[in-house]
């Protein structure tokens, strides 16, 4: 959940250099990345190696209708990661047909991953359970006070479902 900033790669970036080898970092163009375009890069790492159709379909989960990933919104950002030195392009036959492109990331792709989710762990947990909160008050608001109990102990029941299946997914 990256959402509403870019992220601003320049200090891990710098961090990064005296850990990995000088030459990884000279296919690096770029010093900020997206909100879509990391959460692509964290889907990728995820799965190890992913075609663009599985890719969109991992984003449609992710976004879970809130937004709908496109082919042609996406392979521009693949093309985009890899000339920037985040991702490698390995041509592999498909079971049913032509060849197809299977992403992965670069060495650096993955250690930069790594460093920024690391660094912002807790924001973005803190976001999330905020996020949560928002929508729990404004959801529970919607209904009328006779009803908004009944609605509280639905919510904090659905919430806790929901947290149990993040911890048996991890």
Request: proline content about 2%; hydrophobic content about 35%.
């Amino acid at each position: 959940m990256w959402l509403g900033k870019f992220l601003d790669l320049e200090e891990d970036l710098n961090s990064l250099r005296s850990k990995i080898k000088e030459e990884l970092f000279d296919n690096i163009k770029k010093n900020k990345l997206t909100p879509l375009e990391f959460t692509i890069i964290e889907s990728i790492f995820n799965n190890k190696k992913l075609s663009g159709y599985d890719l969109i379909n991992n984003l449609n989960k992710h976004f879970a209708g809130t937004w709908k990933a496109q082919s042609g919104t996406i392979y521009p950002i693949l093309s985009k990661l890899k000339k920037n030195g985040f991702l490698r392009i390995q041509h592999v036959k498909s079971e049913i047909g032509p060849i197809k492109k299977v992403y992965s990331l670069t060495e650096i792709g993955e250690e930069l991953l790594k460093v920024k989710v690391n660094k912002n762990f807790q924001e973005q947990l803190n976001f999330i359970e905020n996020f949560l909160v928002e929508l729990a008050s404004i959801y529970a608001h919607s209904f009328s006070e006779e009803t908004r109990e009944k609605k509280i102990k639905e919510i904090q029941n659905s919430i806790r479902k929901t947290l149990g299946n993040v911890v048996k997914r991890i």
